[in-house]
């Protein structure tokens, strides 16, 4: 038994060296996996680096210099960023854009929700509705704009002629600095809600029929059922499409340059509208690279205390 | 992001070659559309003409047209043409920021160059006499008028306004009388300042001046409030600038060709526009005068430039200007060339020939061309008469010379406010308008 014991054990613990062999037979063939996952990585790093970083580390160098990009660029130190500061229009342009941030939050951050939550109750005739809420997403938006410029407009558009029947107007809609920033979050609204209604569809449908039974034995009304279930089932999901919004809203350009090029006034003219007329109006790329990059900080700092903010959302 | 990729994703790209076979391939801006069947037929017997005339050069068309959005990126990474096509509120900048290249040596070759007309190269020639491109279609600002809504209103067609107090009067009475915009001022995308610039000079301002080299903004003069105060008058007093007013030309042109406009501010050659891209269907209403006065007796004048970028190297350049001689200075100079030329745009009914434009030589020069093209003219001439007759007692004013867009830039929002908001105060807002722009003009000028 002494001796079959050991020679036992030989051969068990033949058995054991094997999941040790086995990890450095990986270590081989991993090293060769590793250098050709890296071989087809190669690529695409490449092409990501020169067309996402190179030109975010390009754009950075160009906001310290005065340059035509044509000729050698000189450097300049800070002076595009003074020249910034300098600008009363950049302060203009920040308001306006926040403005735009809370129209947006206020009008266009609830209506896909509640949309959805009506949504989801209907049964009959889902897809058509679907169909409907998404359309807008799927017209080019330089398109969807020119057709709301008809509706807003003063004269013969189809908004004034609507209210005009029931005694209302007419409006200035795009033509009056009061109306001209809701009518562009009104039409950005309709645009770009349906995939965030099709987003909480989604996720509606991932929440257990269970506690919404529960709560209605416990004698919950639909509110309630709204706010006690569905609201916090739903968080994590509004969390993210509040930090995409958000981050959607501050970069807002196509509208305001198609419908009202910053004006009247410039009561339009956001931080986008003002980088793209120092770059390609007045040639002052600098300024233009230079404000890009402050926009670039302030975002990536909002997103980061959001995120922190929010986190407990997400783990709850 | 998508501007700082835009910026920076710029790269130097080869903007020519030499072509297989060991020529020199020229790519020139300024073909014709493929829908412009006649106008495509002609460049290529020009381009046909011209290789033979100059073996060991191939000519490559381009149908890229300006656009503001692209063209900047574009030049700045080297990828235009060698020969390159733009408006004329851009070559001061192109010229202050050495983005094209002086032609004036070679140009000087032909042996008509003196005989220029020296107000067309002023505004593409720089403070040390050197020119850096040749105009085409030239032409002076005036008022477009509709002669139906003019007939509409009990007014006559043949008498337009020649003030702006008549302008003023007849606004108003068409606005009254049918409802539609008697007068629209552009107010958007540049044009607001472009067109408070040209309305001021009709008031006898300046809105810009130098001393010492320096450029500096006036906005501030008499003649640009009185200019804003007529604006102001006819939307709150007169009520005659109809309900849209944010447009830029196009939507003026758009609404013009409708019949819903019965007054601007623009050039013969808008009549192109109206007929060829926004379909004006009565094209017997399309009129056009001088430009009314009240105390300027000037107009702004502009025009398609042809230019040599700075990317062009020394051989390609040479073809470059070569082509310009010949595709441009010469058709303008050489009545058969002219005559060749609206034979065959004429086979398209839908063309407009015989369009009038300001002579690029002198005025018997262009006398004898407009004798040569007659028989193939398709426009109603005597509707621009007003306008040809008249504009000979204008003194022809280019653009302000520096930076002009950036004046533009801060001078539309002045416009918009006169027109959107009733309380709006003229001398604080030309005030501020003008320090802002003085600010950045002496940025640029350190």
């Not at chain 1, 909480?200 to 006690?228: C, K, N, Q, T």
């Not at chain 2, 007309?117 to 020119?131: E, K, W």
């Amino acid at each position: 038994m002494a001796l079959l014991t050991p020679s036992r054990r030989p051969a068990a613990a033949s058995k054991e060296p094997a999941p040790r062999t086995l990890p450095q037979r990986r270590r081989g063939t991993g090293a060769r996996k590793q250098l050709t996952a890296w071989l087809f990585l190669v690529p695409a790093l490449l092409v990501f680096g020169l067309f996402a970083w190179w030109p975010i580390v390009r754009s950075l160098l160009i906001s310290f210099q005065k340059t035509n990009l044509v000729d050698p660029a000189v450097w300049v130190g800070l002076d595009n960023f003074r020249a910034l500061f300098d600008d009363p229009l950049l302060a203009t342009a920040v308001g306006n854009t926040l403005f735009f941030v809370g129209l947006g939050l206020l009008i266009g951050f609830p209506a896909p929700l509640v949309l959805a939550a009506i949504m989801s109750t209907v049964r009959r005739g889902a897809g058509v509705y679907r169909f409907l809420v998404y359309l807008p997403v799927v017209i080019p938006p330089v398109v969807a704009i020119l057709l709301w410029k008809w509706f807003y407009d003063p004269g013969s558009g189809l908004f004034n002629n609507v209210l005009g029947k029931v005694g209302l107007g007419p409006y200035s809609w795009l033509e009056s600095s009061d109306s001209a920033m809701l009518s562009l979050v009104l039409e950005s609204t309709w645009a770009g809600m349906g995939g965030a209604v099709l987003i909480y569809l989604a996720a509606m449908v991932g929440i257990p029929g269970e506690l919404y039974e529960a709560a209605e034995v416990d004698g919950a009304g639909i509110w309630r059922r709204i706010w006690h279930v569905m609201l916090p089932q739903l968080r994590s999901v509004i969390g993210l499409l509040l930090l995409v919004q958000l981050i959607n809203t501050v970069q807002v350009f196509t509208e305001p340059y198609v419908f009202t090029g910053g004006g009247p006034d410039n009561s339009t003219l956001t931080v986008l509208l003002l980088i793209f007329r120092y770059a390609f109006q007045d040639g002052e790329y600098g300024q233009a690279a230079a404000l890009s990059f402050l926009m670039v900080l302030a975002l990536a700092l909002l997103s980061g205390v959001y995120l922190r903010a929010t986190r407990s959302w997400s783990t709850s | 992001m998508a501007l700082t990729a835009t910026l920076a994703g710029c790269s130097s790209l080869t903007p020519s070659s030499a072509g297989g076979d060991g020529d020199l391939v020229l790519r020139v801006q300024g073909m014709p559309p493929a829908t412009d069947k006649p106008g495509v037929a002609l460049f290529k017997k020009q381009v046909a003409d011209f290789e033979k005339a100059n073996p060991g050069i191939k000519v490559k068309g381009s149908t890229t047209v300006f656009d503001p959005l692209t063209f900047s990126a574009k030049l700045s990474g080297g990828n235009v043409e060698d020969v390159i096509r733009v408006p004329l509120t851009e070559p001061q900048r192109l010229i202050q920021q050495k983005q094209v290249q002086p032609i004036t040596g070679q140009l000087k070759e032909w042996e008509h160059f003196k005989e220029f007309n020296p107000q067309v190269l002023q505004p593409l020639t720089d403070s040390a006499g050197d020119v850096y491109g040749v105009p085409q279609n030239p032409y002076a600002q005036g008022l477009v008028y509709n002669r139906e809504l003019f007939e509409k209103a009990g007014l006559d067609p043949d008498r337009p306004p020649a003030t702006w107090a008549e302008v003023r009067t007849a606004a108003k009475k068409i606005s009254d009388s049918t409802g539609r915009a008697g007068f629209v001022h552009e107010s958007k995308d540049n044009q607001g300042g472009w067109q408070l610039t040209m309305l001021s000079y009709a008031f006898g301002g300046e809105l810009q001046k130098e001393e010492g080299g320096k450029y500096t903004a006036t906005l501030t003069g008499e003649p640009t409030k009185k200019a804003l105060g007529l604006l102001k008058d006819m939307r709150w007093k007169d009520d005659s600038l109809g309900k849209t007013l944010l447009n830029n030309q196009n939507d003026v042109i758009k609404q013009f060709a409708a019949g819903q406009v019965g007054m601007f501010m623009g050039s013969p050659g808008t009549y192109r526009l109206a007929k060829m891209q926004f379909g004006m269907e009565n094209t017997d209403a399309f009129g056009v005068a001088p430009m009314p006065q009240s105390g300027g007796d000037s107009t702004l004048t502009g025009g398609d430039i042809y230019m040599v970028p700075k990317s062009a190297d020394k051989k390609h350049a040479a073809a470059a200007v070569d082509w310009l001689t010949f595709a441009y200075a010469k058709p303008q100079y050489s009545t058969d060339m002219a005559a060749e030329q609206a034979k065959a745009l004429s086979a398209d009914p839908k063309s407009a020939v015989g369009v009038p434009t300001l002579p690029v030589f002198d005025k018997a020069r262009q006398a004898e061309i407009d004798a040569a093209i007659k028989p193939y003219v398709n426009v109603k001439l005597q509707n621009f008469k007003p306008y040809t007759d008249g504009l000979s007692t204008l003194k022809l004013k280019p653009e302000p010379p520096f930076q002009a867009q950036t004046l533009y830039t801060a001078l539309d929002p002045v416009v918009q406010a006169v027109l959107t908001k009733r309380d709006a105060d003229i001398d604080a807002l030309l005030a501020s308008a003008e320090k802002d722009v003085n600010a950045k003009l002496a940025a640029d000028q350190k």
